[in-house]
Every structure is written in C-alpha cells, then in structure tokens.
C-alpha cells in the first residue's frame, strides 16, 4: 500500500530521445508527487512535483503526466541531453515521503 | 542556497566498530532524515526528527541510533557496524515535514 513503484530500473537513449519513466502507486491518500534528481557523487535534488489534481505540468524539457483513475504518473525528457545522465526518483507523499526504486537515465551523444 | 553537509564523503569500518554520521544544516530546517541507498532499492528511511530531542523511527531503523542536540546537526549511529550495513547513507533537512527534502552528498560507508 506505501509502495512506489518505478520502471525501468536502468534506461539509455541517444541525444534528442524522449526517456519516460514510470510509477505507479496504491495508497489513495498520496497527494504530492515529487520527482528527485541525483547525478553521480551528489544527493538527490528536487526536479518538478504534481499533485493530482492537475494531469500535466511542465518546467523546460522535463514534464510529468499524472492519471489519477490508474494511479500512475511518468516523467518525459524531452530533447534529453548528455547532461541529463542521472538516477531519477519518483515519490509520493502522504504522512511521509515514499521514493520509488530509481531509474539510472545515461543519454549518450 | 540550502546546504546540507555530511562530515565524511567515504568511511571504512571494520566489523563491530562504532560508527557517527554527522549531518549539518545551514538553513534552521526543523526536520532532518537518514536515508540509506543501496541499487534497486531506492532510498529507504532509517529514522526522521521534526526537533532537537525528538527522534522517529523510519522503515529500517534496526541497527542504527540517532542525536539530535542542536537543530542544524543530526547524528546517525550504527553502534557496532555489521557488513550488511554497507552502503551509502544520505542526510536530508526540510522546512515543513512534507516540504522538499534537500539532501547532503552522501556517506558511502563500508564495513569490513
């Protein structure tokens, strides 16, 4: 029920491809969904979050989809970027923070 | 800026050996996390305090201890290191308990 479950566990893609990542959760009270960026020798940091009351929202390449009826929601990286070679996070918060297993993202030129 | 710091960026233990995390924050956060990170596993939480004294139990808190006697630091403690605690361990901080989590560079911790 506090589970949050991402996949795929690892993705490649060429420069200019559209990664998705998914989660999915099933614990109803979730009711923010955080998604965090860690590249290698750092912390995760804060990327973009939905709440569910909105089914899309956008900040420059990065954009979450988010369909409450299925609870799922996905992260899309547009024009993706060498730069953007990092382990992605999903979460969702309801008494607590739960984070997704990770999804290591590596963009080759 | 948030700035969260941990006192080591790697550790080597020895089996049996107390172990101290120490965790700063600059930004007067009134709730700190330990995670620990291991691959396929995501970031699992060890223990949370939402003030100085006050102490939570995470999802795995066997094993380890926490102090918390001044607001910006918080201490993780494995108080006799076993190999299955091999790992890297993440600090965080944040405003409110369901705020964004800003989070330190890690402790990557091996036990011998």
């Known amino acids: 029920q506090q589970q949050v479950k991402q996949s795929p566990q690892s993705l490649i893609v060429q420069k200019g491809g559209i990664p998705i990542i998914n989660c999915a959760y099933e614990?109803?009270?979730?009711?923010?969904f955080p998604w965090y960026q860690q590249f290698p020798g750092k912390g995760p940091a804060l990327l973009i979050a939905?709440?569910?009351?909105?089914s899309e929202k956008k900040e420059g390449r990065f954009t979450i989809s988010f369909n409450k009826s299925a609870k799922q929601f996905s992260l899309h990286i547009m024009d993706s970027q060498p730069g953007d070679s990092a382990t992605y996070f999903c979460?969702?918060?309801?008494?607590?923070?739960?984070f997704g297993t990770g999804t290591r993202l590596q963009v080759f030129p | 800026d948030v700035k969260v710091t941990q006192s080591s960026r790697y550790l080597v233990k020895r089996t049996g050996e107390k172990v101290f995390l120490e965790c700063v924050q600059d930004?007067?956060?009134?709730?700190m996390f330990w995670y620990r990170q291991d691959p396929g596993l995501g970031l699992r939480l060890i223990y949370f305090?939402?003030?100085?004294?006050?102490?939570e139990k995470g999802d795995i808190p066997e094993g380890y201890s926490v102090s918390r006697e001044k607001k910006e630091r918080f201490s993780l403690i494995l108080e006799s290191a076993s190999t299955n605690q091999t790992s890297m361990y993440l600090c965080?901080?944040?405003?409110?308990?369901?705020?964004?989590?800003?989070f330190g560079p890690g402790t990557r911790l091996t036990v011998l």
């Open positions: 965080a901080s944040s405003s409110g308990a369901f705020d964004t989590q800003y």
């Open positions: 614990n109803t009270a979730f009711d923010y």
């Open positions: 939905i709440r569910p009351d909105v």
């Open positions: 979460a969702a918060v309801a008494d607590k923070l739960i």
């Open positions: 930004m007067d956060h009134e709730n």
């Open positions: 305090s939402y003030d100085v004294k006050m102490k």
